[in-house]
T-cell receptor, first 115, second 112 residues
Framework: AQTVTQSQPEMSVQEAETVTLSCTYDTSENNYYLFWYKQPPSRQMILVIR??????QNATENRFSVNFQKAAKSFSLKISDSQLGDTAMYFC????????????FGKGTSLLVTP | KAGVTQTPRYLIKTRGQQVTLSCSPI?????VSWYQQTPGQGLQFLFEYFSETQRNKGNFPGRFSGRQFSNSRSEMNVSTLELGDSALYLC???????????FGPGTRLTVL
């Protein structure tokens, strides 16, 4: 079974600053996908960014980027120019390749962006 | 395209009752997955349906069941409700052509 660990239960950052959320995972699979989802107070899960394990290039989506270290099984999320609307729970998730859609989630990191 | 919809949004039941939750995926999506979110256990995968067949199943007791219809809409059923079943139940859909799942707003189930 795959496990996903987010070691930072809570984090805080000031507006316009940069913050990095950590995620590590344990798997014996070679092909898989990694995701960061955001869940604001509305509880709506929103996809932030995705990474395919066979791609060495780190994914980026506007202010969001990842640092994917496959050998270290690490997948951190960097948020640049933090905005108040980034306040949310952030979940790291793992999914095996080619075996259907079943996400394994970490426990989440609660991010608070302050003025 | 309309997003994933879930009904009802809120539900209150008593122990021992059963409940059925509904999920309508994004048009054209053939995969529907269900997740349970609780403060203690976090987000846990329940099961996934693809083209009316259960393709994956998480580690939940048999009281939790689901099905998918020919129009890809899915229902999940929980029988003999327990207090610990109180949770946010999230449904997610995927086209089957990409690896990305899109989530609905969830159904908040409270068991008294």
């Amino acid at each position: 079974a795959q496990t996903v660990t987010q070691s930072q239960p809570e984090m805080s950052v000031q507006e316009a600053e940069t913050v990095t959320l950590s995620c590590t995972y344990d798997t014996s699979e070679n092909n898989y996908y990694l995701f960061w989802y955001k869940q604001p107070p509305s509880r709506q899960m929103i996809l932030v960014i995705r990474q395919e394990a066979y791609k060495q290039q780190n994914a980026t989506e506007n202010r969001f980027s990842v640092n994917f270290q496959k050998a270290a099984k690490s997948f951190s999320l960097k948020i640049s120019d933090s905005q108040l609307g980034d306040t949310a729970m952030y979940f790291c998730a793992f999914m095996k390749h080619d075996s259907g859609y079943a996400l394994n989630f970490g426990k989440g990191t609660s991010l608070l962006v302050t003025p | 395209k309309a997003g994933v919809t879930q009904t009802p949004r809120y539900l209150i039941k008593t122990r021992g009752q059963q409940v059925t939750l509904s999920c309508s995926p994004i048009s054209g999506h053939r995969s529907v997955s269900w997740y349970q979110q609780t403060p203690g256990q976090g987000l846990q995968f329940l099961f996934e349906y693809f083209s009316e067949t259960q393709r994956n199943k998480g580690n939940f007791p048999g009281r939790f069941s689901g099905r998918q219809f020919s129009n890809s809409r899915s229902e999940m059923n929980v029988s003999t409700l327990e207090l610990g079943d109180s949770a946010l139940y999230l449904c997610a859909s995927s086209s089957g052509l990409t690896d990305t799942q899109y989530f609905g707003p969830g159904t908040r189930l409270t068991v008294l």
